[in-house]
């Protein structure tokens, strides 16, 4: 089984950072990739940031140039960088991994964590 545990986020005022982290644990052989979503209420889940094992980054024109995700493989943990928050960016954010575990090595499988809220205020 593999859990994720998101924290970091809360309250900031407009043009304020915040530095989320996602930590995935249990029996974990390797880690394919890791990403940041984000939900508002009324709206879709989005895709917020994604980092691959290899290290490929990929980011939305919502949020490139203000956001930098990163993934620290030692720690099993991935972060998200958050600066220049618009009132926008709030949401609840979600961890989600791709991650191979010792019961079924070489295929990968997601899971999500239960999301950390993040408000902006103007």
């Known amino acids: 089984q593999v859990q994720l545990v998101e924290s970091g986020g809360g309250l900031v005022q407009a043009g304020g950072s915040l530095r989320l982290s996602c930590v995935a644990s249990?029996?974990?052989?390797?880690?394919?990739?890791m990403g940041w979503y984000r939900q508002a209420p009324g709206k879709q889940r989005e895709l917020v940031a994604s980092i691959t094992g290899g290290g490929s980054i990929n980011y939305p024109d919502s949020v490139k140039g203000r956001f930098t995700i990163s993934l620290d493989h030692a720690k099993n943990t991935v972060y998200l960088q958050m600066n220049s928050l618009k009132p926008e960016d709030t949401a609840v954010y979600y961890c989600?991994?791709?991650?191979?575990?010792?019961?079924?090595?070489?295929?990968?499988?997601?899971?999500w964590g239960k999301g950390t809220l993040v408000t902006v205020s103007s």
């Open positions: 989600n991994a791709e991650i191979a575990t010792m019961e079924k090595l070489y295929y990968g499988m997601h899971y």
């Open positions: 249990g029996s974990i052989f390797s880690i394919y990739g």
